[in-house]
């Protein structure tokens, strides 16, 4: 069954730090693969997104993320925290084969040090 | 433009009312969705619209009933919900898969069953 795991509940990081947010997903073709932000009581903003092609993706905000097909893995990065970055994000897959449906992780609360 | 709307904002309603929730793009989106998110959980898809008709039911309680008036509106009608129906309830359009293409969310409803 497709499924996708984000393993960090939530995560502290000092302003102006590197952050890392891990996403493994489990689905049997190629994966269709997105990253969301959710502010507290809001809707989901799209920061990128993995189809095919390039294996490292841009975003918005600065936002970045890498597919890895050998370890089933789409981590998403940023060089340097902002304080409007607290934020619940979420991985997600797409199946295309199932109109549309997107499977998302648990999700990762970020929280963000001054 | 991005851009889903989403009327109501909030919606207080007893497990007696009847009220509807609305949803709008025009992004040219023949894909429709409505999610369900509950608090500190990632959304969980209920419906799936495609081409304005229904395509996806994930076996959701008879008390939610959509509606898809045209290409542009995706509307939910609530009868005779229940407490634990209380949460987040989200539309999100893309295009038709297998055209890839990204899933755009609105910001909400709030929804409370008394």
């Known amino acids: 069954a497709q499924s996708v795991t984000q393993p960090d509940i939530h995560i502290t990081v000092s302003e102006g730090a590197s952050l890392e947010l891990r996403c493994n997903y489990s689905y049997g073709a190629t994966p269709y693969l997105f990253w969301y932000v959710q502010s507290p009581g809001q809707g989901l903003q799209l920061l990128l997104k993995y189809f095919s092609g390039d294996t490292l993706v841009q975003g918005i905000k600065g936002f970045e993320a890498e597919f890895k097909r050998s370890q089933s893995s789409f981590n998403l990065r940023k060089p340097s925290v902002h304080w409007s970055d607290a934020a619940e994000y979420f991985c997600a897959v797409g199946l295309y084969n199932q109109g549309g449906k997107l499977i998302f992780g648990q999700g990762t609360e970020l929280s963000v040090k001054p | 433009d991005t851009e889903v709307t989403q009327t109501p904002k909030h919606l207080v309603m007893g497990m007696t009312n009847k009220k509807s929730l609305k949803c709008e793009q025009h992004?040219?989106?023949?894909?429709m969705y409505w999610y369900k998110q509950k608090a500190k959980k990632p959304p969980e898809l209920m419906f799936v619209y495609s081409y304005e008709k229904l395509s996806i039911n994930e076996s959701v309680p008879s008390r939610f009933s959509p509606e898809c008036p045209n290409s542009s509106l995706l509307n939910l009608h609530l009868h005779a919900l229940q407490p634990e129906d209380s949460a987040l309830y989200l539309c999100?359009?893309?295009?038709?898969?297998?055209?890839?293409?990204?899933?755009?969310f609105g910001p909400g409803t709030r929804l409370l069953v008394l």
């Open positions: 992004m040219g989106h023949r894909a």
């Open positions: 999100a359009s893309s295009q038709v898969p297998p055209g890839a293409g990204e899933t755009y």
